[in-house]
């Protein structure tokens, strides 16, 4: 044994059983003496990274690192940073690294997680370009708002500058769907956040509430709302976060978190990193469709919920929510772009999205309106699915969006207005004003 191991070996293993001392889990920044242990188990290499990197930043990478299974593993900065024939790397101090530190790299030793999310919706989110919304940030707003806004949650195209250096209107950059220069796609540090690679992080709904949130896709609001959400809160120490098992029904069952239902795995299921295999709609288009095999996916998500519900009680709530998302669709959505196809088609809508008020009021009935009353009803967020979804969608679409078509073109309106559900309009008469009850 070199006087190297030897030492390692002592501060490894012999120091913390003469000390009491066990492995630290995984937490948000180790102590002095987490920071001697995990240096002492190092690489040469990374040995000097850590001794230099101590006095830069405070050391919180340092002590974050030293807090990580990754440190425990032996896998130290130069393990994750040196990054040979890599597209954006420097020569640091003798060495050859590189700032970025891409799913390509992580897959080298996490190659299953790496193939999984790779194959999701999460790692195409990068490819926006085509979009409805992409006209929205980058023509519309302006592209340092697109920057710091869509880029930011999406992930951007990371550009080396011929200098070498990263483009600043690309980095920095932890969007979920980055296209990285090495042709890989993603950051994974967005939900385990470097460098303490922690699953706990990951597994709470605040790490993806950092994207899924707002008027277009409410799910942190949504899921804070639920009993769900609400259950979690409460009985948060009993939903053992930082266990490395985390099994539905043998390591916790207090509640489901996001990871739980979209990620997590359970007796019968396995965990993933696609976070599309157990969904049976697609709710995010104009017009809410079916995934591909989406009785096959249903099946994936209910090996979910069996495990703490009846299946009457599942079955029951599906039936309920599939309800809300054929009701949008049949009375609200089908129509509302039945009426613009007829716009454009007698020649009173132009191509150029965005420059007139009918496609604005278009725009956020479907996007925005359309969206939260459906997300709400997927995971029981009963205020979404009425006041923020189909009362915003009724006002908007009876108050904004048949007045404005009418006014672009007279008779219009009248074929989807002839249907029995919006029949109400001429059948209601005014109810009895609303007593106070006493
Ligand atoms: C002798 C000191 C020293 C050594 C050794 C050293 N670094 Fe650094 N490193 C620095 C300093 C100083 C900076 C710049 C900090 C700043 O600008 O705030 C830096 C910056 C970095 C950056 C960020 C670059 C950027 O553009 O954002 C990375 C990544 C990095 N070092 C990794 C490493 C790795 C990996 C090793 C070991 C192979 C290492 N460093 C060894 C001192 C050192
Ligand atoms: C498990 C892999 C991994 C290990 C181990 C690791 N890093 Fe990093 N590091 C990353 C990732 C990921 C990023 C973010 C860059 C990206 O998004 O690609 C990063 C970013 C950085 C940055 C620039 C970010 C900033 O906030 O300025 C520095 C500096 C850095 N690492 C230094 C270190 C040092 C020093 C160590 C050892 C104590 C270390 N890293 C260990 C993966 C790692
Ligand atoms: C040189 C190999 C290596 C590289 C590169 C590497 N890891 Fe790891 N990682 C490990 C080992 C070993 C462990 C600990 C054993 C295990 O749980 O698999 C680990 C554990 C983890 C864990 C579990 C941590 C916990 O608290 O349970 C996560 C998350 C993780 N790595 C993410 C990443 C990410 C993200 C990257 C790239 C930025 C990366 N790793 C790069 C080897 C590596
Ligand atoms: C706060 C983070 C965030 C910002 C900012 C953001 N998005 Fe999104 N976007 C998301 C999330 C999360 C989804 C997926 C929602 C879902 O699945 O319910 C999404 C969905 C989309 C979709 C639909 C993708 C599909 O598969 O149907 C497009 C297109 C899109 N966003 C483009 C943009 C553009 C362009 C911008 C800037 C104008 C932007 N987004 C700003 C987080 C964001
Ligand atoms: C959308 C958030 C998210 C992203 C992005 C993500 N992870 Fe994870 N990861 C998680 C969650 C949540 C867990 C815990 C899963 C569990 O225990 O059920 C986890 C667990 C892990 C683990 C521990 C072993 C396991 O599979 O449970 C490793 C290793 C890991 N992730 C690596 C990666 C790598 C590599 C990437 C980049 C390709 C990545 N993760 C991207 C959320 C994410
Ligand atoms: C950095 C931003 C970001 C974070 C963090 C994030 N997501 Fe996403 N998510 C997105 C975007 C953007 C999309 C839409 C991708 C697309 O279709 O282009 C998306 C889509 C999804 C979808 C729909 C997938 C499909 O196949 O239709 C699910 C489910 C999802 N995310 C769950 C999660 C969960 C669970 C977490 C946390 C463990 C999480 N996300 C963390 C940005 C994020
Ligand atoms: C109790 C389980 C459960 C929890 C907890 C949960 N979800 Fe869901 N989620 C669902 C179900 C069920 C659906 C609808 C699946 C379907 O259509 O078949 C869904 C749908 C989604 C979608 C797809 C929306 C689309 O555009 O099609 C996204 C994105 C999502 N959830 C993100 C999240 C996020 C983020 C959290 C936490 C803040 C979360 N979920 C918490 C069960 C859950
Ligand atoms: C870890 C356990 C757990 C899992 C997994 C779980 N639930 Fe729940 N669920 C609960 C708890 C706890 C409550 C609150 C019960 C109460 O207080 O009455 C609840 C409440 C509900 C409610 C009643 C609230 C309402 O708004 O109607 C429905 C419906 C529901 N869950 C459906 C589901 C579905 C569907 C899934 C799978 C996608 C699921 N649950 C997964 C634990 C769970």
Redesign the pocket.
Known sequence: MSPHHLRAFLLMFILPSLTGMSWPQAGPAGTPQQVMQATGAASAESKACITCHQKQHGALIVEQWAASLHAKAGVGCYECHQYKGGPATFQHYGKTVSVLVT?KM??SC?A???QQ?EASH?AQAGHILGSIDNVLGDQVEGPPAAVMGCAKCHGSMIKVLPNGKLDPATWPNIG?GRVNPDGSL???S???SRHTFS?AI??QPE??GYCHLGPDHPQAEIYAESKHGVTYRTLIGQMNLDSPS?VLGKDYNAAPTC?TCH???AAKLA?T?D?GTRLSWNLRPEIAVRTKDWQAKRTQMTGICLNCHASEWVGDFYTQYDNVVNLGNVKFFQPASLIMKKLAVAGKLTKTPFDAPIKWTYFELWHHEGRRARMGASMQGPDYVQWHGFYDIAKIFYSDFIPEAEQLLPGVTRQVMAMPEHQWLKSLSQPKEEKTRE
């Open positions: 799913p992580c897959g996490h299953e997680e790496v999310f999460h979920i993603g950051s994974c967005v939900c385990h699953v990951a597994r790490s993806c985390w990871a990620m997590g795995a965990s990193h976070v």
